[in-house]
T-cell receptor
Framework: NAGVTQTPKFQVLKTGQSMTLQCAQD?????MYWYRQDPGMGLRLIYY???????DKGEVPNGYNVSRLNKREFSLRLESAAPSQTSVYFC?????????????FGDGTRLSIL | DAKTTQPTSMDCAEGRAANLPCNHS???????VYWYRQIHSQGPQYIIH???NNETNEMASLIITEDRKSSTLILPHATLRDTAVYYC?????????????FGAGTRLTVKP
């Protein structure tokens, strides 16, 4: 009963390096999301994918790109990491993205950029 | 989205019911009330949600007042593992579609 799985759990990068955060869900959900959580800021939506083949910007998309690889997988890429992107990143999924359908979250990737 | 107000922290004795209040006086008719919790170093965990009626599941009960301006999450028999930050979220169709706006939440500490 994995739910939403994120890899890696921890990562340290140097400024300017690139990396991809992976997310996969096994609940046959159509909609997937990427958030970041910073102290005192709550969760902020970076990008979302309402269904396979579509992606849209959220509240804080600058510096990130996403790929909805298939129905199960939604990846987040940092092309040139900056210290301001140090954060905890959460992936979530929901059945169809309707407001009466809950989002289910993974356990996060803790990313530090030096 | 309607703004929510929650106490910063609460304590509860193990085995007793934990009642977590939330005020959302500006809620609109089509907005849902959601509760999530976040245990240290884990992702947010969905607990329950509702629109108008009270709801119950295996984790908790959600009591929404008739005017929908406030709600209470009830954990009927709190255990030490229920120690977490609890978030009350009022959810509507936002500009950035489908985002969940988490506030500061209530830090619940369950004590032996």
């Amino acid at each position: 009963n994995a739910g939403v799985t994120q890899t890696p759990k921890f990562q340290v990068l140097k400024t300017g390096q690139s990396m991809t955060l992976q997310c996969a869900q096994d609940m046959n959900h159509n909609s997937m999301y990427w958030y970041r959580q910073d102290p005192g800021m709550g969760l902020r939506l970076i990008y979302y994918s309402a269904s396979e083949g579509t992606t849209d910007k959220g509240e804080v998309p600058n510096g990130y790109n996403v790929s909805r690889l298939n129905k199960r997988e939604f990846s987040l890429r940092l092309e040139s990491a900056a210290p301001s992107q140090t954060s905890v990143y959460f992936c979530a999924s929901s059945e169809h993205g309707q407001i009466n359908q809950p989002q289910h979250f993974g356990d996060g990737t803790r990313l530090s950029i030096l | 989205d309607a703004k929510t107000t929650q106490p910063t922290s609460m304590d509860c004795a193990e085995g007793r019911a934990a009642n977590l209040p939330c005020n959302h006086s500006t809620i609109s008719g089509n907005e849902y009330v959601y509760w999530y919790r976040q245990i240290h170093s884990q992702g947010p965990q969905y607990i329950i949600h509702g629109l108008k009626n009270n709801e119950t599941n295996e984790m908790a009960s959600l009591i929404i007042t008739e005017d929908r301006k406030s709600s209470t999450l009830i954990l009927p028999h709190a255990t030490l593992r229920d120690t977490a930050v609890y978030y009350c979220i009022v959810r509507a169709r936002a500009l950035h579609n489908n985002d969940m706006r988490f506030g500061a939440g209530t830090r619940l500490t369950v004590k032996p």
